[in-house]
């Protein structure tokens, strides 16, 4: 037997005996199938895990997907983003519930069939700890990683080649923070990496600014949707620049979906208003006091959102005009 060789897992020195990546990955009690592998920098595509050799001194990361239906929307109305087809123009995240079965149970309220879900390390301490995929199967709900938490163009192309390999996504919620205060997004980092993602295969759905110059830039780095901010990430502020926005969605030709900011159904219902394609949020309904039933006051509100776009507001006016006519009086 070979001796026992010591190897640096997700930040955490261990000694091991397998010879391959694989063997590593079956002695933490993982399945290959749920997880992607990073050696020394470099993805470990699965098909080759088996035949991958561990050396004394690799650095190897091992991700999954965390918690960061089928809606009754109106499918003659249905909205389309890299060549896949929407009925429901909601978009919902997986962070900040009391537990995954919550979570589940938001996502059907909501009627969402997208969610966004993020990039993280497993916990190779508890490697039969409950996973996302456990309550919502990405084979009826199409998963959407994003790079929540990456402040550089490379961490973001690092997490999402990764999320690639884990789940074989190309179609990914591209961000790159500029600070932890605020998390605004790098404009610079964001646009140089939706440049690379695009020419790797990638159909990234950019959250950005809720600059018009911005979104037309990352139009042309091969943004598949642009993601402007109605407010700060998690404020529950609601959309602050509505002329913005606007200007946004009349110069796009591609997806524009409010990211970020969303308090209430009010504020959804005002992105779509403005004729924005769809809108994601998370603690807007993550937060709510009762979620399940924020998450069906969102959807409808999306839904009455779309359709008095769709109907025409009426015209605005300085003074009073009477609904009924004032001659004939008695």
Not at 225 to 239: E, H, N, Q
């Amino acid at each position: 037997m070979s001796e026992p060789i010591s190897v640096i897992v997700n930040g955490e020195t261990r000694r091991t005996s397998a010879k391959t990546v694989a063997d590593l990955v079956r002695e933490l009690d993982l399945e290959l199938a749920k997880v992607a592998v990073e050696r020394n920098g470099e993805i470990a595509p699965r098909s080759q895990l088996g035949d991958t050799p561990l050396g004394d001194g690799d650095v190897l990361e091992i991700v999954h997907f965390v918690g960061g239906g089928q809606g009754e929307a109106n499918k003659a109305d249905s909205w389309s983003v890299a060549g896949r087809t929407f009925n429901s123009r909601l978009i919902v995240g997986t962070g900040k519930y009391k537990d995954f079965a919550q979570n589940a149970a938001a996502l059907e309220s909501s009627g969402a069939e997208i969610v966004t879900v993020a990039v993280r390390r497993v916990n190779v301490s508890d490697p039969k700890a409950p996973m996302l995929t456990d309550y919502i199967d990405p084979k009826k709900v199409t998963y959407l990683p994003n790079t929540a938490g990456c402040f550089t163009a490379e961490d973001a192309i690092r997490t999402l080649r990764l999320a690639r390999e884990a789940g074989g996504w190309d179609l990914v919620k591209l961000e790159v923070l500029g600070e932890a205060r605020t998390l605004y997004p790098n404009m610079v980092e964001t646009i140089r990496a939706c440049e690379v993602l695009a020419k790797e295969g990638f159909h990234p759905m950019v959250y950005c600014t809720d600059d018009p110059i911005a979104a037309k830039q990352l139009e042309d780095a091969g943004a598949v949707a642009v993601m402007p901010l109605g407010a700060p990430i998690g404020s529950g502020l609601g959309i602050q620049n509505r002329v913005t926005i606007r200007l946004i969605v009349e110069g796009a030709n591609v997806p524009v979906l409010v990211d970020a900011g969303v308090g209430t159904a009010s504020d959804a219902a005002v992105a779509m208003e403005l004729g924005c394609d769809g809108v994601l949020m998370n603690t807007a309904i993550a937060e709510a006091k009762d979620p399940i039933r924020m998450a069906r006051a969102m959807k409808l509100a999306v839904e009455a959102g779309r359709e008095a776009y769709l109907a025409g507001r009426m015209a605005t006016r300085k003074y009073a005009d009477p609904s009924s006519p004032l001659a004939g009086l008695i």
